[in-house]
């Protein structure tokens, strides 16, 4: 049986919100009811440190939940460009937070979608979801799962938290998807 597997890695500074991104993205993959794996790695420091998560989803069987050469990559930060671009695998995508990244991929072979999104989020009203900012522009351009999931996973990881917390991570979602429509990946 063939099955279809999408390796992904998040990649930020501790405090950015990289563990939430791969939640997001994990329950919009289990609401579509699609296999998926998730692992986390911080840092010493925590917040302020290195911290990324890997997210694995499939139409079968996961096997392996390691992620040793991503497909697909949301990186926010220039360090975690730095450390995880020889990783991706051959034609891979990028998206990276052009607001803290300040090169692009030295790679020829990777498809990069540049989004701003911390002064997205900055406009949105809140720079703590520039991390949501980031998956809105990402779904967009991998159609990876509907944004319907998103937007429900959203709710269910937020509404027994704050009301008001799924309205700004809604808004930076659509937000961030609207700002890159226009935006065709480069190499």
Do not use: W
Not at 9 to 15: D, H, L, V, W
Not at 95 to 118: E, F, H, W, Y
Not at 120 to 134: E, F, P, T
């Amino acid at each position: 049986m063939d099955r279809h597997e999408t390796r992904i890695i998040i990649a930020g500074f501790g405090g950015q919100g990289i563990v939430l991104i791969g939640n997001v993205i994990a329950r919009a993959a289990v609401i579509e009811e699609k296999n998926v794996v998730g692992m986390v790695s911080y840092g010493a420091e925590m917040r302020g440190g290195t911290a990324n998560a890997t997210v694995v989803i499939s139409d079968g069987e996961i096997f392996n939940p390691f992620v040793a050469h991503p497909d697909m990559a949301i990186i926010l930060n220039q360090p975690s460009l730095d450390r995880f671009e020889p990783q991706i695998g051959k034609d891979g995508l990028v998206l990276m937070n052009t607001s803290m990244i300040k090169r692009g991929p030295q790679r020829t072979d990777l498809k990069c979608i540049k989004v701003d999104a911390t002064q997205i989020a900055q406009k949105v009203g809140n720079l703590r979801v520039a991390n949501i900012v980031s998956v809105g522009a990402f779904i967009e351009h991998t159609n990876l799962l509907s944004m319907s999931s998103i937007e429900q996973a959203i709710k269910d990881l937020f509404s027994s938290k704050n009301p008001k917390l799924v309205e700004i991570n809604l808004e930076a979602l659509h937000t961030g998807a609207e700002r890159s429509r226009c935006m065709q990946p480069v190499r």
